[in-house]
Nanobody, 121 residues
Framework: QVQLVESGGGLVQAGGSLRLSCAASGSIFSISHMGWYRQAPGKQRELVALIISGVTTNYADSVKGRFTISRDNAKNTVYLQMNSLKSEDTAVYYC???????????????WGQGTQVTVSS
């Protein structure tokens, strides 16, 4: 069974940095998209950053120049380096991926359990 496990959240002061990790495990044939979403209290979940086929990246305007998404294909792991953190970055961060499990004819969407990031001002 395929699953995504996140780590790296926590409490940090404004201006600080955090690095989130998300490892995909299980019977995986291929992974195309991997990304990070976040949901702040009372707000809708939003896309933060996306990496496609380990090459193409997209970022929300609010994090451009501060966050960097990367992927280690050998480890099926995606990272989100977050620098110059602001209080408005406080949210639960979710990892997501489009994965084709072994033996399946197509991709499925998978989500991690979420990790809390709190930025104090």
């Amino acid at each position: 069974q395929v699953q995504l496990v996140e780590s790296g959240g926590g409490l940090v002061q404004a201006g600080g940095s955090l690095r989130l990790s998300c490892a995909a495990s299980g019977s995986i044939f291929s992974i195309s998209h991997m990304g990070w979403y976040r949901q702040a209290p009372g707000k809708q979940r939003e896309l933060v950053a996306l990496i496609i086929s380990g090459v193409t990246t997209n970022y929300a305007d609010s994090v451009k120049g501060r966050f960097t998404i990367s992927r280690d294909n050998a480890k099926n792991t995606v990272y989100l380096q977050m620098n110059s953190l602001k209080s408005e970055d406080t949210a639960v961060y979710y990892c997501a991926a489009k994965i084709r499990p072994t033996g399946w004819p197509s991709q499925r969407d998978y989500w991690g359990q979420g990790t809390q990031v709190t930025v104090s001002s």
